[in-house]
T-cell receptor
Framework: GAVVSQHPSRVICKSGTSVKIECRSLDFQATTMFWYRQFPKQSLMLMATSNEGSKATYEQGVEKDKFLINHASLTLSTLTVTSAHPEDSSFYIC????????????FGPGTRLTVT | GQQLNQNPQSMFIQEGEDVSMNCTSSSIFNTWLWYKQDPGEGPVLLIALYKAGELTSNGRLTAQFGITRKDSFLNISASIPSDVGIYFCAGQRNYGGATNKLIFGTGTLLAVQP
């Protein structure tokens, strides 16, 4: 139980383009999903929290117009990096939290974004 | 953002040895979690702790919720090569809402020599 998938696992895009990353909870309903960014040899830094059907709450310093988050259903959240630049290259990881037995945060496998 | 202090930063041990690491905070948490992250993967939940003083095991792993609620410890007994990875602690303050956030530790890199 508690399986979270992410797609794609790796993406390379050109500077100025937009990239969408999907996060799905496969065997439970995720009332809340979280998006993290991780730079090499560093810990996970929370970017935003989203509850199904509501607007995401962004952490201080994270541009909401650049990192668009949609949590349209209890099993799917998407992160769109708009007008990507090389400094946006990073490892993006989502996590999902359900209720009851699935209350803790379960993480997806991550998406490696490289902006050229 | 806030991070929890983890020690040691890295460990290089021989297979079969026991491992200890800890996580400290300047403030109180209601829940402590321990995750393991393999290279290029997302973190995997190892152990969750919900009560001060609680000691919980998961196979060769044992974790404790510090009595002050400001720290937690993880022990791995009889390490094996597949224990290699980065171990993260995470603290959570439960306010009863759905948006309780995790605060992650700085990570402990474990390398096991066969």
């Amino acid at each position: 139980g508690a399986v979270v998938s992410q797609h794609p696992s790796r993406v390379i895009c050109k500077s100025g383009t937009s990239v969408k990353i999907e996060c799905r909870s496969l065997d439970f309903q995720a009332t809340t999903m979280f998006w993290y960014r991780q730079f090499p040899k560093q810990s996970l830094m929370l970017m935003a929290t989203s509850n199904e059907g509501s607007k995401a709450t962004y952490e201080q310093g994270v541009e909401k117009d650049k990192f668009l988050i949609n949590h349209a259903s209890l099993t799917l959240s998407t992160l769109t990096v708009t007008s990507a630049h090389p400094e946006d290259s990073s490892f993006y990881i989502c996590s999902a939290r359900g209720q009851g037995y699935f209350y803790e945060q379960y993480f997806g496998p991550g998406t490696r974004l490289t902006v050229t | 953002g806030q991070q929890l202090n983890q020690n040691p930063q890295s460990m290089f041990i021989q297979e079969g040895e026991d491992v200890s690491m800890n996580c400290t905070s300047s403030s109180i948490f209601n829940t402590w979690l321990w995750y393991k992250q393999d290279p290029g993967e997302g973190p995997v939940l190892l152990i969750a702790l919900y009560k001060a003083g609680e000691l919980t095991s998961n196979g060769r792993l044992t974790a404790q919720f510090g009595i002050t609620r400001k720290d937690s410890f993880l022990n791995i007994s009889a390490s094996i090569p597949s224990d290699v990875g980065i171990y993260f602690c995470a603290g959570q303050r439960n306010y009863g809402g759905a948006t309780n956030k995790l605060i992650f530790g700085t990570g402990t890199l474990l390398a096991v020599q066969p």
